[in-house]
């Protein structure tokens, strides 16, 4: 499909992109459109997602809709040919993949939906857009994965609890072992939204506006 949004109506996996079953990546490639989308759609329902917010799911899976269609279709293409020629590179080029492990992984990291980053904007931390892995945290929860299960944004980084109190309704704070330098904010479906090192306090207020509007009222 040329959107995945239009208005109120949102399409996501096979409804989005229907492609053969070579690579087998439909079933990733749909459940990775509904962890992008789920937490834009509870934001907008809760007030604090905008229109901006929910216009970057189309931004982000458009593109790794497309290019799935083309590796299934490629992929399709090499397996079912009836080319000598083709079905020889091919064997050639499996062989010789096997042997070059980054290769390898590379091909796995595609096919897994792993090594998938969203575009960040132009002089952002390089990690931004990627998928952040399992950090260990000090305390507990001991695993980022772990406090990503409230579904709730996590901000990982030394000294940042006081800072983030205002948005602790949206968010979860954590404290990274020894060792890990950039201070993080991971967005719900577990990719970096920003990240910077040894930021001051006014850095980090700015970034949590950003990324989940202004701290609720305080009650009582």
């Known amino acids: 499909m040329p959107r995945y949004r239009r208005g109120r109506v949102f399409l996501a996996g096979d409804a989005a992109h229907v492609h053969s079953p070579a690579g087998g990546m439909g079933m990733n490639t749909g459940m990775q459109d509904a962890a992008n989308l789920g937490w834009k759609l509870a934001a907008a ?41 083709v079905r020889a590179l091919r064997t050639s080029a499996a062989a010789v993949a096997h042997r070059l492990g980054g290769v390898e992984r590379r091909v796995s990291r595609g096919i897994s ?16 857009g990627r998928r952040v892995p399992d950090l260990r945290l000090a305390g507990e929860p001991s695993r980022l994965y772990e406090a990503l299960r409230q579904g709730s944004f996590v901000l990982v980084g030394r000294e940042v609890a006081a800072i983030a109190a205002p948005w602790s309704a949206r968010l979860v704070t954590a404290s990274p072992e020894a060792g890990l330098r950039p201070t993080l904010l991971v967005r719900p479906d577990g990719y970096a939204a920003w990240a910077a090192n040894e930021p001051a306090p006014q850095e980090v207020r700015e970034a949590l506006r ?11």
């Open 113 to 128: 939906g792993i090594g998938i980053a969203y575009r960040a904007p132009w002089g952002s931390h390089p990690l931004v």
């Open 210 to 220: 950003r990324w989940l509007g202004e701290p609720a009222p305080p009650t009582g």
């Open 45 to 85: 329902v809760q007030g604090w997602g905008g229109d901006a917010l929910l216009d970057s799911y189309h931004t982000e899976r458009h593109p790794v809709g497309r290019r799935v269609l083309r590796a299934s279709h490629a992929l399709l293409t090499a397996v079912t040919t009836g080319s000598p020629a």
